[in-house]
């Protein structure tokens, strides 16, 4: 048995940190036991905090039967309505109650998993037993839906104290002579991922080598870090080296880190120049990134990452003591929409560079930027709808329809004022034209009548008649 499941709590009380949601999770299932009906609890956070173990401790702890459906499960709306729609209104054989537990349901997506979120929220509507979900982000688009449904708990990473803890218990029941410093590297490199950290100790006592310099010489799993969380260190931070450093273990391409910026930039920094100062800077990154693709020479996204983290956490003048709730990129939600819709927002973005003499890619940056416009200055944004020639259907789009017909409705009486001063700017060239053609038959008249009344003009043939 792995040292994973061997050392995992069987009772809430042996699960480390997170004392407040512990202490949530017992009035919750008391509730249910009580008769009264409560909201699932999603309970989300990064690899590692525990949640799953929290979950699996809680069913222990109150004599509960557990139904799991995690990732490696195929979560089509069929499969999750006939293994949990049943376990989530019946009792076990053993006439125990079901808790109900939906593993990483913010990966629940694809062909494979189609309907899974819409057939939780109905299976939820009618539930008699106790339901918990988990997920990294809980904010996922998938689960934009789900929301409002269930009851949101964050868990926060455990610290490196409360890690190295664990591990210390760990080694002694192990017989290990390992020393702290070893321990404390290796709790300090898990960033507050205990499995993760259980995982190399056990690795660590494989190799029969428990230096401090065979720790360090561990593989690196390259552990996906949360976007989130990189975000909020380029977004918060106003220090060069912090920012730069943000996305060195996030497990994405510049191309898609930059929307991920580039959405969430107007969430965070509240002045204008601030703002402006960030999307130049991801300007110049795209052009990088760019340069890149073109060249096929990949050098060039050291600039664009440099630019896209430094850059923006430098554009402004001071950090922001707020909490902001970052968001999935609007960009890749409008192309995943239905073909038609991708096909829309593609002849937007070409207009738009064709207008501005830029790539598509690029273009997306203003298509953003009209967005943001659109909702602060609706009548810079209708300018700027007329500019780029953008149709009804195409704004609707990609503003919806409330915004886009506000829009719509600036642009159409404009239109109508437009033709009222073409029409009075029409009569009134007509009557100067009309009047221009009568002083000029006037005139003719007057040459003519001056013509006919002209005198002869005498010659010498009077003096000889």
């Known amino acids: 048995m792995n040292w ?74 069929s499969i999750i309505k006939r293994i949990v729609g049943q376990s989530a209104v019946s009792s076990s054989i053993f006439g125990k109650r079901f808790l109900v537990i939906l593993d990483e349901v913010d990966g629940i997506s694809g062909k494979e998993d189609a309907g899974g979120v819409g057939e939780i929220i109905k299976i939820i509507k009618k539930a008699k037993n106790p339901i918990i979900l988990t997920a990294n982000d809980a904010y996922a688009p998938s689960l934009r839906n789900l929301l409002q449904h269930v009851e949101v708990i964050e868990l926060k990473p455990l610290t490196t104290t409360q890690i190295l803890n664990v591990l210390k218990k760990i080694a002694e029941k192990e017989n290990l002579n390992v020393d702290e410093k070893t321990l404390r590297f290796i709790a300090q490199r898990s960033a507050g991922d205990l499995r993760s950290a259980i995982n190399d100790l056990e690795a660590l006592a494989l190799s029969n080598d428990l230096s401090y310099e065979a720790a360090q010489t561990l593989a690196d799993r390259n552990r996906e870090a949360n976007i989130f969380d990189a975000l909020r260190v380029i977004l918060k931070t106003t220090k060069y080296g912090i920012a730069s450093m943000a996305l060195m ?115 997306r940056f203003d298509l953003e930027a009209l967005k943001i416009i659109a909702k602060e200055n609706k009548e810079l944004a209708a300018d700027l709808v007329k500019y780029f020639e953008i149709k009804e259907d195409e704004l ?56 006919k009344e002209k005198p002869k003009q005498m010659t010498l043939d009077v003096f000889f008649k």
């Open 396 to 451: 609707k789009a990609l503003l919806g329809e409330e915004l886009a017909s506000e829009i719509i409705k600036i642009i159409k009486k404009r239109k109508k004022e437009d033709k009222k001063i073409k029409k009075k700017e029409e009569v009134k060239k007509e009557k100067e034209a009309k009047k221009e053609t009568k002083e000029e038959k006037k005139e003719e008249n007057k040459k003519e009548k001056e013509k």
């Open 249 to 363: 273990n996030v497990d994405e391409t510049p191309d898609v880190i930059i929307e991920w910026i580039a959405e969430n930039v107007p969430k965070e920094y509240e002045k204008i120049e601030e703002i402006e100062k960030a999307f130049d800077y991801l300007s110049k990154a795209d052009m990088f990134l760019g340069r890149a693709v073109r060249k096929q020479n990949y050098s060039f996204w050291k600039y664009a990452g440099t630019l896209m983290t430094a850059g923006v956490a430098l554009a402004k003048d001071e950090k922001y003591r707020k909490f902001t709730p970052y968001s999935y990129p609007k960009i890749f939600r409008l192309l995943s929409k239905t073909k038609a819709d991708r096909e829309i927002i593609k002849k937007i973005l070409k207009k738009i560079g064709e207008k501005t003499h830029c790539s598509t890619k690029r273009a």
């Open 4 to 77: 994973i499941e061997k050392y995992r709590p069987k009772s809430l009380k042996d699960v480390v940190g997170h004392e407040k949601v512990k202490e949530r999770l017992r009035n919750w299932i008391e509730s249910y036991i009580r008769g009264e009906k409560q909201k699932p609890i999603l309970l989300y956070g990064p690899p590692g905090c525990g949640k799953t173990t929290m979950a699996y401790a809680l069913a222990n702890d109150y004599n509960f039967d557990v139904i799991e459906l995690n990732a490696s499960d195929n979560r089509s709306a």
